[in-house]
């Protein structure tokens, strides 16, 4: 495996999906990180991120020196670059003329991490200090037009730093380079599959839990799924799954979820109807944030009302993945900033005096989706784009109420529809509506209409991290807004979003 480094970089998680992307499996880990600790993990190779920071500020994130005696292979990016040579004695300052962007890399020498790349080729800078002297031992192996020493590198210790970024599609081939230091460099096999994970994560399961029971929180979501289908291969009915219908969910969902897992699979489910409940909660309730901890809090009095009835629970499972750890981790002091707040990692747990199962929190999405492929899960669930936990509430911008609700689901199961028959849902990251709390004057059947406004979202992300709203076909959005307008009554007009992520968010609240 390959131990990388999170300085905060917002490409920190990049790199990895690019390593395990080569077959490489890898762990993410702060600063912070202990000698102990990394011998603990045994990584064949070390990659310390970028990072925001200037090596020479007060409170620029450091690691303990002594990783660079491990005896080990360090790749520094950028930031992590800066730092390496700064704790071996060389020196950064300020650069006269900040690099963002394109530039042309100009290979000086020949390198084990440039086989296969051409002398010239373009790359990803993103900096404002330089490197004006290395250490003793490195050499400079290639530089800029604005960066004299844009890569450096010490054969004998296999040190190598990159001034730009390789894991952006805009170093192409920055995969190259990142595929020369895995496996020519670092010694790596290709040893990283969802067959391999599947089954080193089911006997680890059965091995955890034993004869005991595990109570599991389902949405009906990917993560959840899958997680419930693992655990369901390790333990069979040692499994109880809580399904709660919250009255946020999209059209037929509770039943589609019932056929699917309690009828097909034979898994144990218990389903709870909350909807009174929770509608009840978030009457006259309009700021996101405030949806946000009603939902979460009404939820957990449910579902431990739900789990007290399950005699002999010693466990619960979530459907946490690694972006989830990360950012949660960061919240407790690690340098990348926090944007969500809603994760499930730490909330639940303590309250519950349960241990936790978190079989795919080392996962990304897209292996989440791969896993559920190996595991036979049904591809209508595989595929389903990401649905927050707030579920509609946080797409019904303002207030909350049944009669918003059903507006929304109808819209929804439209554009949902319309996406799928043109071939969009799988190559889209995301596309759900939002229902506006503002009205608009239109005209319909000669008469005039005071109705709803919807707006319609749909981005291609690789991660959630970054996302870019999509090019829709106009014809396929004039075909989604004249069917909502003329099937779901109380809205007569249809807008569509064309900001990214950042600086906007993917949803709406």
Same mark, same amino acid.
């Given at each position: 495996?390959?131990?990388?480094?999170?300085?905060?970089?917002?490409?920190?998680?990049?790199?990895?999906?690019?390593?395990?992307?080569?077959?490489?499996?890898?762990?993410?880990?702060?600063?912070?990180?202990?000698?102990?600790?990394?011998?603990?993990?045994?990584?064949?190779?070390?990659?310390?991120?970028?990072?925001?920071?200037?090596?020479?500020?007060?409170?620029?994130?450091?690691?303990?020196?002594?990783?660079?005696?491990?005896?080990?292979?360090?790749?520094?990016?950028?930031?992590?670059?800066?730092?390496?040579?700064?704790?071996?004695?060389?020196?950064?300052?300020?650069?006269?003329?900040?690099?963002?962007?394109?530039?042309?890399?100009?290979?000086?020498?020949?390198?084990?991490?440039?086989?296969?790349?051409?002398?010239?080729?373009?790359?990803?800078?993103?900096?404002?200090?330089?490197?004006?002297?290395?250490?003793?031992?490195?050499?400079?192996?290639?530089?800029?037009?604005?960066?004299?020493?844009?890569?450096?590198?010490?054969?004998?210790?296999?040190?190598?730093?990159?001034?730009?970024?390789?894991?952006?599609?805009?170093?192409?081939?920055?995969?190259?380079?990142?595929?020369?230091?895995?496996?020519?460099?670092?010694?790596?096999?290709?040893?990283?599959?969802?067959?391999?994970?599947?089954?080193?994560?089911?006997?680890?399961?059965?091995?955890?839990?034993? #004869?005991?029971?595990?109570?599991?929180? =389902?949405?009906?979501? %990917?993560?959840? &799924?899958?997680? !419930?289908?693992?655990?369901?291969? /390790?333990?069979?009915?040692?499994?109880?799954?809580?399904?709660?219908?919250?009255?946020?969910?999209?059209?037929?969902?509770?039943?589609?979820?019932?056929?699917?897992?309690?009828?097909?699979?034979?898994?144990?489910?218990?389903?709870?109807?909350?909807?009174?409940?929770?509608?009840?909660?978030?009457?006259?309730?309009?700021?996101?944030?405030?949806?946000?901890?009603?939902?979460?809090?009404?939820?957990?009095?449910?579902?431990?009302?739900?789990?007290?009835?399950?005699?002999?629970? #010693?466990?619960?499972?979530?459907?946490? =993945?690694?972006?989830? %750890?990360?950012? &949660?981790?960061? !919240?407790?002091?690690?340098?990348? /900033?926090?944007?969500?707040?809603?994760?499930?990692?730490?909330?639940?747990?303590?309250?519950?005096?349960?241990?936790?199962?978190?079989?795919?929190?080392?996962?990304?999405?897209?292996?989440?989706?791969?896993?559920?492929?190996?595991?036979?899960?049904?591809?209508?669930?595989?595929?389903?784009?990401?649905?927050?936990?707030?579920?509609?509430?946080?797409?019904?911008?303002?207030?909350?109420?049944?009669?918003?609700?059903?507006?929304?689901?109808?819209?929804?199961?439209?554009?949902?529809?319309?996406?799928?028959?043109?071939?969009?849902?799988?190559?889209?990251?995301? &596309?759900?509506?939002?229902?506006?709390?503002?009205?608009?004057?239109?005209?319909?059947?000669?008469?005039?209409?005071?109705?709803?406004?919807?707006?319609?979202?749909?981005?291609?992300?690789?991660?959630?991290?970054?996302?870019?709203?999509?090019?829709?076909?106009?014809?396929?959005?004039?075909?989604?807004?004249?069917?909502?307008?003329?099937?779901?009554?109380?809205?007569?007009?249809?807008?569509?979003?064309?900001?990214?992520?950042?600086?906007?968010?993917?949803?709406?609240?």
């Amino acid at each position: 495996m390959i131990l990388i480094i999170d300085f905060g970089s917002q490409f920190n998680q990049l790199i990895a999906r690019r390593v395990r992307e080569c077959g490489v499996y890898c762990n993410i880990e702060p600063p912070t990180v202990s000698l102990e600790r990394i011998r603990e993990l045994d990584p064949q190779g070390i990659v310390l991120s970028g990072g925001p920071s200037s090596i020479y500020a007060a409170d620029s994130p450091r690691m303990d020196p002594g990783v660079f005696d491990l005896g080990l292979p360090v790749l520094g990016i950028c930031y992590g670059m800066q730092f390496m040579v700064d704790t071996l004695g060389g020196e950064v300052r300020k650069s006269q003329k900040r690099e963002y962007g394109f530039a042309e890399l100009r290979i000086q020498h020949t390198d084990p991490l440039f086989k296969d790349v051409p002398d010239r080729n373009t790359v990803w800078m993103s900096h404002g200090d330089s490197i004006s002297r290395v250490p003793q031992g490195f050499a400079v192996t290639a530089d800029t037009e604005n960066t004299p020493v844009a890569a450096a590198a010490d054969y004998g210790r296999r040190f190598y730093g990159l001034q730009f970024h390789p894991e952006v599609v805009h170093t192409p081939k920055g995969k190259t380079m990142l595929r020369n230091f895995l496996f020519d460099v670092c010694g790596c096999k290709r040893n990283w599959t969802m067959k391999a994970f599947a089954r080193r994560a089911i006997a680890d399961i059965r091995r955890q839990v034993g #004869d005991r029971k595990v109570i599991l929180g =389902l949405s009906g979501g %990917v993560d959840s &799924s899958v997680t !419930a289908m693992l655990i369901h291969r /390790a333990i069979g009915h040692q499994l109880t799954c809580i399904f709660v219908d919250n009255g946020l969910l999209r059209m037929d969902e509770a039943r589609k979820l019932k056929k699917t897992f309690k009828d097909h699979l034979q898994i144990n489910i218990r389903f709870v109807n909350a909807r009174s409940l929770f509608l009840k909660a978030l009457a006259k309730v309009s700021e996101p944030e405030r949806k946000r901890k009603i939902i979460g809090k009404r939820f957990m009095e449910v579902f431990e009302a739900e789990a007290r009835k399950i005699e002999g629970a #010693d466990f619960l499972a979530q459907g946490t =993945l690694y972006p989830d %750890v990360i950012e &949660s981790r960061s !919240a407790f002091g690690g340098p990348s /900033a926090v944007i969500k707040s809603h994760h499930n990692v730490g909330g639940l747990p303590k309250r519950m005096k349960l241990k936790l199962i978190e079989p795919l929190q080392y996962l990304f999405k897209d292996e989440v989706r791969k896993l559920g492929k190996q595991l036979g899960l049904d591809p209508e669930l595989v595929w389903r784009q990401p649905f927050p936990g707030p579920g509609l509430a946080i797409r019904v911008i303002g207030e909350v109420s049944e009669r918003r609700l059903n507006i929304l689901r109808e819209v929804d199961h439209v554009l949902v529809e319309e996406i799928k028959a043109a071939g969009y849902y799988r190559k889209l990251w995301q &596309s759900f509506a939002v229902l506006l709390p503002i009205k608009s004057v239109g005209i319909m059947g000669d008469s005039r209409t005071y109705e709803h406004i919807v707006a319609i979202r749909a981005v291609t992300s690789k991660d959630a991290m970054t996302a870019d709203w999509a090019r829709l076909p106009h014809d396929l959005l004039g075909r989604i807004s004249n069917r909502i307008i003329n099937e779901v009554r109380g809205v007569n007009r249809v807008v569509y979003d064309i900001s990214s992520k950042p600086p906007s968010t993917i949803e709406w609240e």
